[in-house]
């Protein structure tokens, strides 16, 4: 697989599916037909979205999971391939951050954010990529974020996790591609979800609460993106116009990213 567009009658699972980016992605590929397993800690909110994809005629497959515990995603793996025999896709779209400076961070927060967003999407991705392997077909989708790309102040711990995830990626992806499996990346920008809580938004600098981007429109770019086979693409572009920054003038980025997070946070108190 070199890229995928249609994803009719395809297995897929989610991580992270319960809200956000994860529950919007869910919705839209059950409405193009896939077959959707929702893993997330929350089985309530699951069970309120496999309704929601049930009643406009899709299939949806609840699977509460903690995807930090590995004996739970081993259980989770097990439970799906035993009702659907294989998964076609997956994506790991699971994780959370945190909007503090490292010294204010707790330690254990921070070992369990590194768990969430690196050692779950290693664990899904160890375990359904045998099956893949198999078949000699798959796709393998991870969220990362740009801050992966450009580390962000007050985030460190985050843009550490998905620097990881982007490594993660780009190497697996040069181990898959001539094995017919499609590993993608994709950065999104900072979006208007429950990843921003009110206390959180407060910290941000105006420049990024005032250009927070509809999720929505990260869903179908997603769609789009895969649809071209692209290995690794960001939403929206502003971000990816200072990865170039960043290769030509580290210098100038870093004064900028300073700029507009420590020194913007700073003049509002």
């Given at each position: 697989m070199q ?5 009719n ?31 997330a800690?929350?089985e ?9 994809i049930?009643s ?10 903690d995807?930090?515990?590995?004996g ?7 439970r ?14 699971a ?9 204010e ?12 967003n ?23 989708v ?5 801050a ?5 102040p007050?985030e ?5 996790s ?14 898959l ?10 950065c999104?920008?900072?979006?208007d ?32 993106a ?13 971000p ?7 290769a ?11 700029r ?7 003049r509002q108190?």
């Amino acid at each position: 697989m070199q890229s995928i567009e249609d994803f009719n009658d395809r297995n897929v699972l989610v991580t992270g599916a319960s809200s956000g980016i994860g529950r919007i992605l869910c919705i839209q590929l059950a409405r193009r037909g896939a077959n959707v397993a929702l893993v997330a800690r929350r089985e309530k909110e699951l069970e309120v979205l496999r309704g929601e994809i049930e009643s406009a005629g899709g299939s949806a497959l609840v699977l509460p999971c903690d995807v930090a515990d590995r004996g739970q995603v081993e259980a989770t793996v097990s439970r799906v391939l035993d009702a659907w025999g294989h998964i076609d896709v997956l994506v790991n779209n699971a994780g959370y951050g945190r909007h503090l400076l490292f010294e204010e961070w707790e330690l254990d927060d921070m070992e369990r954010l590194i768990d969430v967003n690196v050692k779950g999407s290693i664990y899904f991705t160890k375990l359904l990529l045998p099956q893949m392997r198999e078949r000699g077909d798959g796709c393998i989708v991870f969220i990362a974020s740009a801050a992966g790309r450009i580390a962000m102040p007050e985030e460190s711990v985050y843009s550490a996790s998905k620097h990881a995830i982007v490594g993660l990626a780009e190497a697996l992806g040069t181990e898959l591609e001539d094995k017919g499996i499609y590993v993608a990346t994709v950065c999104p920008g900072a979006f208007d979800t429950a990843f921003f809580p009110e206390d959180a938004r407060d910290r941000l600098p105006p420049v990024v609460r005032l250009t927070m981007g509809d999720p929505n429109k990260l869903v179908e770019h997603i769609f789009k993106a895969l649809a071209k086979g692209k290995r690794e693409t960001t939403y929206p572009r502003l971000p990816a116009a200072g990865y170039v920054v960043r290769a030509i003038a580290p210098g100038l980025m870093r004064r900028l990213v300073k700029r507009f997070t420590l020194d913007a946070v700073a003049r509002q108190k």
